[in-house]
């Protein structure tokens, strides 16, 4: 136990290597104790860029029949954390199925399913996307509202019924969704620039970075967004403005996460 936990507080401190010997000290009678340190090993060796450890690690942990449910739950999720980063999405998506459906947690199926929901959406599997979001819509409020919000967000992009932008704009005005006015703004933007309407998509791009200037992922989003808009209508330098904007923020993130890691 005290080998686990030192193991756990040096890889959230992003000490990979000394996590892993601290599991590697774990010498317990305990399958259940035994099979929990794998899982950390194989999380430490993804952060250390050793997928294909992590991964032969895992595939031999999880092909115990005996393994208990949730462990089982957590060595699959890890396996999908790993092919994502290979950018393995059908490998990815069907271990993530078998951690969904053998966690009791709620919180974590519904992260699972977000998850499904925008893997297929990277394979432009529209339909099996929108099936897994509106899976994570229906916990309602038996998960974070976050989750709850970004899920919604999803479906109504993908929906086809007109009243998809009325839903929008509900969610705008509903005072309990205050702090996620800037992935409202920023999904509802998505949803009308599919639509054509070019002028009220850079109204909502523009309103999603008012309300957080401080997230600069979704500032390059919206700059780039704006930057292609602009494009479209022959704006060539208008379009080049956003375009350095776009890049001099991803660049400034780059070093802020560098100086971090």
Request: hydrophobic share 35%; net charge positive; glycine share 2%.
């Amino acid at each position: 136990d005290a080998y686990s936990l030192l193991g756990k507080a040096r890889y959230f401190d992003q000490r990979y290597v000394p996590a892993i010997d601290a599991f590697n000290q774990i010498n317990s009678s305990s399958e259940s104790s035994q099979a929990e340190s794998i899982v950390w090993k194989a999380k430490s060796n993804i952060r250390l860029n050793q997928d294909a450890l992590a991964i032969s690690q895992l595939i031999k942990l999880v092909e115990n029949k005996n393994l208990e449910s949730d462990v089982l739950a957590k060595a699959n999720a890890v396996l999908a954390m790993a092919y994502i980063k290979l950018d393995k999405k059908n490998e990815s998506i069907k271990h993530l199925k078998v951690s969904r459906n053998h966690t009791n947690n709620k919180n974590l199926k519904a992260r699972y399913s977000f998850i499904l929901g925008q893997l297929y959406e990277d394979k432009n599997e529209e339909d099996s996307a929108k099936i897994h979001f509106e899976g994570v819509v229906g916990f309602k409020r038996k998960i974070p509202r976050e989750l709850y919000i970004n899920a919604k967000i999803k479906t109504l992009q993908f929906s086809k019924n007109p009243s998809s932008n009325e839903e929008f704009l509900d969610l705008i005005k509903d005072k309990e969704n205050e702090k996620f006015l800037d992935k409202i703004y920023y999904g509802y933007s998505q949803k009308l620039i599919s639509q054509g309407s070019t002028e009220l998509t850079q109204e909502f791009l523009k309103k999603s970075i008012r309300v957080n200037p401080f997230d600069k992922i979704l500032k390059a989003k919206v700059y780039t967004n704006i930057s292609e808009i602009n494009f479209n209508n022959s704006d060539y330098l208008l379009a080049g403005k956003y375009l350095d904007s776009a890049l001099m923020v991803m660049e400034n993130k780059s070093k802020e996460f560098w100086k971090y890691d």
